[in-house]
C-alpha cells in the first residue's frame, strides 16, 4: 500500500487539481490522507466533493506545517509513503511507477524523480536531474531534493524516529533527508514523478535566507551523528564543510565554488561507490527497472 498525505490551509485555489492528481490515478491500495488547518477558502466544499475518495480528512487548527504531517502521517499504514503539499501535483501514473520501482528494487529504501517545475496553471516550466548524496550535503551543496518528488519505505521512516520535525518552520524536509542520509543512500529516478508549483507566493521562497539557515543547522547535526569510521576516509570533506561554513567564504560567496571544485576533485579520485550517485532507469525492452550510478559533476 502507498499512503500519501496532503497538508493545506487556504490553498483552495489549487487543492482540487493537487486531489485530482492522485486519486484519478486509479491505483487500487493507496490510503489517501488530507489534513486541513482550517482553512477558510473554499477547501472545505472541495474537501466534501473528493470525501468518497479520501480515506481520511482531518480539518482542525493545527501548530503548522509540521504538526499538519505529523497528524497526517500518524494514520498512515502504507509501506511507501510520502507527501504532496496542497499546490504541487503527482506525474500520471505515478503511484504505478513507485509501486513498480520498490516491488523491483527491495533494497532501495528512498528515491526521488527528475526535478520538475510548474506553473500557477500546472504546465510543465522546467524539468532536470540534480542529484544528490550525503558527499554533499556534508558539503552543504544541499539545493534541492524535490520534496514531492520523493518517497520512502516506512522502514526507513521508522529507523529515522518516525516523526516530522516540528521545531523547523520551513526545512522539515530537508530535516527528514538528514535523518535518512544517516540510515541509506538517496536514488534517483529517470522519470517525472511529481511537479511543484511555483506560484510566486511559495513559503520556501519568500523566506529563503531562513530556509539557509535551518537547513544548515540540520546539516551540522547529521555531521556530527556519522560515525569515526565514515569520517575518517573523509578528511577532505571534513575541511571542506568547515571552509563552506565560514565567514570568510559567505562574505565572498566561495561556498558554491569551493564545493563543485571539491566534487570533481574526489570524483576522479574516487570513481567509485559509494562517491558515485546511484540512480534508477526503466530497461527499455525488457521493462525492467535497473540501478546504475554516475559520477560526481
Not at 482553512?39 to 466544499?45: H, I, L
Request: proline share 3%; hydrophobic share 40%.
Amino acid at each position: 500500500m502507498i499512503s500519501i498525505v496532503t497538508p493545506s490551509y487556504n490553498q483552495g485555489i489549487y487543492l482540487e487539481q493537487c486531489i485530482k492528481s492522485i486519486v484519478d490515478q486509479g491505483y487500487p491500495r493507496l490510503q489517501y490522507i488530507v489534513v486541513d488547518g482550517g482553512s477558510s477558502d473554499e477547501t472545505s466544499a472541495i474537501l466534501d466533493k473528493y470525501s468518497a475518495q479520501i480515506d481520511a480528512i482531518i480539518s482542525e487548527p493545527d501548530r503548522g506545517h509540521a504538526h499538519a504531517l505529523n497528524k497526517g502521517f500518524a494514520l498512515c499504514k502504507g509501506s511507501i509513503m510520502g507527501w504532496l503539499n496542497s499546490d504541487d501535483i503527482l506525474a500520471p501514473r505515478s503511484l504505478w511507477t513507485l509501486a513498480s520501482i520498490f516491488r523491483s528494487l527491495p533494497d532501495v529504501s528512498w528515491i526521488t524523480g527528475t526535478h520538475c517545475l510548474i506553473n500557477k496553471l500546472g504546465f510543465i516550466e522546467e524539468t532536470g536531474v540534480h542529484n544528490k548524496n550525503i558527499y554533499d550535503y556534508i558539503v552543504n551543496n544541499y539545493q534541492w531534493i524535490q520534496q514531492e518528488s520523493t518517497f520512502w519505505r516506512r522502514s526507513l521512516w521508522d529507523k529515522a524516529g518516525g516523526f516530522i520535525d516540528e521545531s523547523m518552520r520551513f526545512m522539515v524536509d530537508g530535516d527528514l533527508w538528514c535523518r535518512f542520509f544517516l540510515h541509506e543512500a538517496l536514488y534517483g529516478v529517470d522519470a517525472v514523478l511529481a511537479g511543484w508549483r511555483r506560484t510566486g507566493d511559495n513559503r520556501s521562497s519568500k523566506n529563503i535566507s531562513l530556509c539557509f539557515d535551518e537547513m544548515e543547522s540540520c546539516i551540522r547535526d547529521m555531521r556530527l551523528q556519522l560515525d569515526r569510521d565514515f569520517l575518517t576516509h573523509l578528511l577532505p570533506l571534513r575541511v571542506a564543510a568547515r571552509i563552506a561554513d565560514s565567514k570568510f567564504s559567505r562574505r565572498l560567496k566561495l561556498r558554491q565554488f569551493l564545493w563543485k571544485f571539491l566534487m570533481i576533485f574526489l570524483g576522479r579520485l574516487k570513481n567509485s561507490s559509494p562517491f558515485r550517485y546511484k540512480r534508477i532507469r526503466l530497461e527499455v525492452g525488457a521493462e525492467r527497472w535497473v540501478v546504475y550510478s554516475v559520477p560526481f559533476r
